[in-house]
């Protein structure tokens, strides 16, 4: 999978798979990174992979780079080609793969997202069959319950997960954020939410909260 490198130093411990939203590329986030704060140890290696073009029915049948098929919307839920989320989460697995072939272990790889980009995150990362280190949602909603019932795997519901929405959002409504939420914590997890003065974007602040966050999950297992 096509995807953007960056290092924050030499022989990186740890891994953050940082996914883009619907019609994004992998540059969305690359700048993200300095503004992180994150300490000098220990280096991480960000990977923020670019989807493939596909056409978005939800959006006209409009090509565009994109996780998986909307096919509607509604304030309060998606309807989506499942396929093609499962097939997301094979590449992201892919990636995962590749890292620890690279000697960084699941447990020290975070699967981040934003928008599409976060759904694809957390099923991924709930049932990914190795423990990982964290899973970052940002503005984003679990885009099948019934799957993610269906295959999750319990140690996941362990790892640290940072989850944001913006209470302006519309185009990810916050009752869609609110719900994944919900479920997380009905299924046993503890997701770490927070709420920003925001629409669907990003905000400093928020940016602070999720390297304080990061750097805490790096320290602590350094």
């Known amino acids: 999978m096509e995807a953007i490198v960056v290092e924050t130093g030499p022989n990186p411990a740890w891994a ?3 996914l883009h939203g619907l019609g994004a590329d992998g540059t969305d986030f690359e700048p993200v ?3 992180l704060c994150l300490p000098d140890t220990p280096a991480v290696r960000f990977i923020f ?3 493939s073009y596909q056409p978005v029915t939800c959006n006209g049948g409009y090509v565009m780079r994109a996780w998986y098929d909307i096919i509607s919307l509604a304030r309060d839920s ?5 396929a093609g989320l499962i097939a997301s989460r094979q590449r992201v697995r892919s990636l995962i793969a590749a890292e620890e072939a690279r000697g960084i272990p699941a447990r020290r790889i ?3 997202g934003f928008s599409q980009g976060g759904a694809v995150a957390y099923l991924t990362g709930l049932t990914h069959p190795e423990r990982l280190g964290g899973i970052v949602a940002l503005s984003t909603y679990i885009p099948s ?7 999750l795997v319990a140690e996941q519901l362990e790892v640290p997960v940072f989850a944001a929405h913006g209470d302006e959002d519309d185009v990810v409504a916050p009752e869609l954020g609110e719900a994944a939420r919900d479920l997380l914590r009905e299924l046993g997890a503890a997701p770490e939410w927070r709420s920003y003065p925001m629409p669907h974007s990003v905000c400093f602040e928020e940016i602070r909260d999720l390297g304080q966050w990061l750097s805490q999950r790096l320290t602590n297992a350094a």
Do not use: F, M, T
């Open 49 to 51: 992979p670019h989807a």
């Open 145 to 151: 319950p019934r799957l993610l019932r269906a295959e």
């Open 110 to 112: 975070i699967l981040a």
């Open 16 to 18: 953050v798979i940082w």
């Open 33 to 35: 990174v300095p503004e």
């Open 78 to 82: 998606r309807e989506i080609d499942e």
